[in-house]
């Protein structure tokens, strides 16, 4: 078939775009609370408040004065990220991993100059980059050196991890594999691969590149389904306490798994993509009227929610 | 289902609009369907007046408003003399008078009439005319025992008897000889119509002599009588010389009734007058405009049609740019559509109107695919926001400037129309598909570039319809009612048809 009808996507439970919007953000995310994650400086602050763990932060780059201390911030990190503080969608990130002479050298082995770099991130401050195209601040933050796990499936930059949370109950989570296509992003909308994680075991499942099923990473030809994730159950936690943390009820979290720090909290996305549900080859919707008709107890405490979020949706996946 | 306060607003927007509505149509008597094409007779009379020293005055019968009938944009053609419109009892005079010159004077009346027989024949019945005034007690006597014995008849049968033995056939039993010879008198000194006038008194038939024009396609030299006569709950038309009654709705256009010559001229000769008919079509809406303007109502005073002309076609189309963002919001929100920002759409459809369709799309396509490849190349430059689109503002302005240039030089208006483009749209429309570009593939920029030129024409072909101009700006308050289904759409948390597609490797079912 080559669409699916109405009745047959309200039968599987699928989300959908306009109900997402009017039922869920609109209702669970005010819209004062935004800043809260639309800043990932300000992300970052509340995330250290609740002892949820994120990349170290170097420097912030306010006004055009503060470049003037980047170079003595950096010298003891060979290998850095530059990334707007509010950037959507991974544009304006830039990761440097090497130095050669006097210059950086991007992952994709391109060679950039410190002016090259300065100019970047005088576009940050502009707001080039940033949601209504606001001033912005640059973040100076480690180079995530991630948890091997995913290196056979990923071509190059940082696979993360993001998991959707409704009124603090993880919901469904994947796996976003970068691709030569997506520069090393893990944006599905840039080419990054999704792929679905099995709630109660954290393996990974179905996976979804550019809107089709594939079971074999395109540039190195691993397979992608059945990777155990690490530290499945603690980033199930992390999740579920970002409700607590930010006071938004329908929220995609996307973490990293450093290889000697574990999950870091990388950014909270108030309005998170619908494409998980491919990857999950499971509806949003299900779940969503599912955590509605909880036990009120559950909502007390995030390890509660995390408890009863593996075993109501175990169930669906076995 | 729950009642949603955004539902119940809806619900009171509309119920608003149509309130407003009715009340127009039904008690300001407004056209349903403004715009919908409608049958009417064109009429004009025609006349060459000569005349004397002393003034001379011309009075000719023409039509009016009133039940059944609407007379609208009436021309007048006067010349040198004065002209004056008189109503007397029924009828509407035209006067035109005035000291004629040798040469006389070419005078001239016009107008549109629309009929709606079904109701003109319903108008309110007259009371009984005394006989008239050179009719004895004797010869009433006669009439009254000439039609006594029709009495117990129903009014219509009456008319039908009497229109029968007024051509000779009297029935069974034929009345006295005495009697019949006397009426062949009467008949003979009296004339025809009188005889039918005092035989329809006597039946206690309300009856009235009436000139007027035959409908139909006609040009004629002058006008012709017949007898309308009242049956209790219709007129009904008589034609007096052959006695016959016309079929239901009779083609006659009255002009003066109760006897009153369609033509009357003091101190003065008319010659070549002439009335000619025509059918023509035109829009319902132009049979009330003239009412309109002239009107008192609240309604009609703040109608659009009082602005003046040159801000009227402003908004013809302002009123339609709404309609402009509902299917914008249908072409989003229930098909799913992606376009460049959300109403550059409807501002690309607006500038269309000055260049046209084609030239539109291909300008706009060449200035976003130019405008994209000098992005690429600034891009290197490195230049802050704010300068760097400004650099591609005055790009496009650029642009303009040379299609105007080129437009002269071939003679192509649609070219020179092309300053009207919203320039800040297509500033951001470059930067934005450049973006998309970069971040998601030139595939995706295209299908956006695409999805935005499909939605701007079909929001261009909606408010180029002219029949839809024209009933918003009959009726505004519509724009409630489009607000009305805005706020309803805002409701929908159905699928998009794009999910339909983009959901399609779902397989397997709870």
């Keep these: ?100 002479a006097s210059n950086l050298v991007k992952p994709s082995g391109e060679v950039i100059s410190w002016i090259d770099l300065t100019y970047h991130i005088f576009d940050i401050l502009s707001g080039i980059y940033s949601l209504e ?28 991890i993001r998991i959707v949370v409704y009124r603090g109950v993880p919901m469904m989570g994947m796996a976003r594999l970068p691709t030569r296509a997506s520069d090393g992003k893990a944006n599905l909308h840039r080419g990054a691969i999704g792929v679905g994680i099995n709630m109660k075991e954290g393996t990974t499942s179905t996976a979804v590149h550019r809107s089709t099923i594939v079971t074999h990473h395109p540039d190195t030809n691993c397979p992608l389904t059945g990777i155990q994730v690490p530290y499945w159950k603690e980033m199930l936690h992390m999740a579920a306490r970002t409700s607590e943390m930010t006071g938004l009820g329908y929220l995609g979290v996307d973490m990293l798994i450093d290889k000697e720090r574990g999950p870091l909290l990388l950014e909270l996305n108030a309005r998170p993509g619908l494409q998980i549900q491919v990857a999950n080859q499971r509806g949003l919707r299900s779940r969503l009227e599912l955590i509605d008709q909880a036990p009120s107890g559950i909502f007390i405490s995030p390890e509660e929610r995390v408890e009863w979020a593996v075993s109501a949706f175990a169930k669906s996946e076995a | ?77 006067s010349g040198t003399l004065n002209f004056n419109l008189l109503r007397e009892g029924l009828n509407q005079i035209g006067v035109w008078s005035g000291t004629l010159a040798s040469e006389g004077e070419t005078i001239g009346y016009s107008s549109t009439i629309r009929v709606q027989p079904q109701r003109l024949f319903k108008t309110k019945p007259s009371t009984l005319e005394p006989y008239p005034p050179n009719i004895g007690d004797e010869e009433q006597a006669l009439a009254k025992r000439l039609v006594g014995r029709w009495n117990s008849l129903p009014p219509e049968n009456r008319l039908r008897r009497i229109a029968a033995a007024v051509r000779g056939i009297w029935g069974t039993p034929s009345p006295d000889n005495e009697d019949l010879q006397a009426w062949s008198v009467f008949h003979e000194k009296h004339g025809r119509l009188t005889a039918f006038l005092v035989l329809f008194r006597a039946a206690g038939l309300p009856a009235r002599i009436v000139e007027g024009l035959q409908l139909a396609e006609s040009i004629t030299n002058s006008t012709f009588t017949w007898i309308d006569i009242w049956t209790g709950q219709e007129w009904e038309s008589l034609q007096p010389e052959r006695g016959e009654i016309y079929q239901k709705p009779a083609p006659l256009l009255p002009l003066t009734t109760n006897g009153l010559p369609a033509v009357r001229v003091i101190n003065g000769e008319l010659s070549e007058a002439r009335w000619t008919l025509t059918h023509a079509i035109i829009d319902q809406w132009r049979m009330h405009f ?33 309609i402009g963002a509902l299917m914008i919001c249908v072409l989003r929100n229930m098909v799913g559509f992606p376009t460049f920002g959300i109403f550059m759409p409807v501002l690309m459809a607006l500038a269309f109107r000055n260049t046209g369709l084609l030239y539109g799309l291909g300008i706009f396509a060449g200035v976003v695919l130019i405008g994209y490849v000098v992005r690429r190349w600034i891009n290197r430059l490195r230049l802050l926001l704010v300068p760097r689109l400004s650099v591609i503002l005055t790009l496009v302005i650029i642009f303009f400037t040379v299609f105007a240039l080129i437009g002269n030089k071939v003679g192509l208006r649609e070219l020179m129309a092309v300053g009207l483009l919203p320039f800040v749209i297509l500033t951001m429309t470059i930067e934005r598909f450049f973006v998309i570009v970069e971040e998601a593939g030139a595939r995706q920029g295209l299908w956006t570039a695409a999805g935005s030129a499909a939605v701007a024409t079909i929001t261009y072909e909606i408010i180029q319809f002219e029949p839809l101009q024209l009933t918003f700006f009959v009726y505004p308050e519509l724009l409630f009612a489009i607000a009305a289904v805005e706020i309803l759409l805002g409701r929908y948390t159905g699928y998009r048809v794009s999910e339909f597609i983009r959901f399609r490797k779902l397989k397997v079912t709870r």
Aim: proline share 7%; net charge positive.
């Design chain 2, 290 to 322: 003239e009412r309109i303007m002239r009107s008192d109502r609240f309604l009609d005073r703040w109608s659009l049609f009082r602005l003046p002309e040159e801000f009227q076609r402003t908004f013809r189309i302002l009123i339609l740019v709404p």
């Design chain 2, 1 to 77: 289902m729950k009642r949603h306060p955004a539902v119940l607003l809806a619900v009171a927007l509309l119920l608003f609009s149509f309130a407003l509505i009715s009340y127009r149509i039904i008690w300001l008597k407004y056209p349903i369907l403004p715009a919908a094409p409608e049958r009417v007779w064109h009429l004009s009379i025609d006349a060459h007046v000569k005349g004397g020293e002393k003034e001379t005055r011309v009075m000719i019968g023409v039509p009016y408003t009133h039940r059944g009938q609407t007379v609208a944009e009436e021309r007048i053609h």
């Design chain 1, 133 to 160: 195209g606001l001033e912005d601040r640059a973040l100076i933050e480690a180079f995530i050196h991630p948890d091997p796990v995913f290196a056979a499936v990923t071509y190059y930059g940082v696979p993360d």
């Design chain 1, 1 to 100: 078939m080559i669409f699916k009808t109405p009745s047959w996507l309200h039968q599987f439970g699928l989300l959908g775009m306009n109900r997402r919007n009017a039922e869920y953000i609109m209702r669970f995310n005010p819209r004062s609370f935004f800043p809260l994650v639309d800043d990932k400086f300000m992300t970052k602050r509340l995330a250290e408040a609740y002892q949820i763990p994120t990349p170290l932060l170097y420097h912030v780059i306010e006004y055009h004065g503060d470049i003037a201390g980047l170079e003595e911030v950096v010298r003891d990190h060979p290998d850095f990220v530059v990334k707007p503080a509010r950037g959507a969608g991974g544009s304006g990130i830039v990761l440097i991993t090497d130095r050669q």
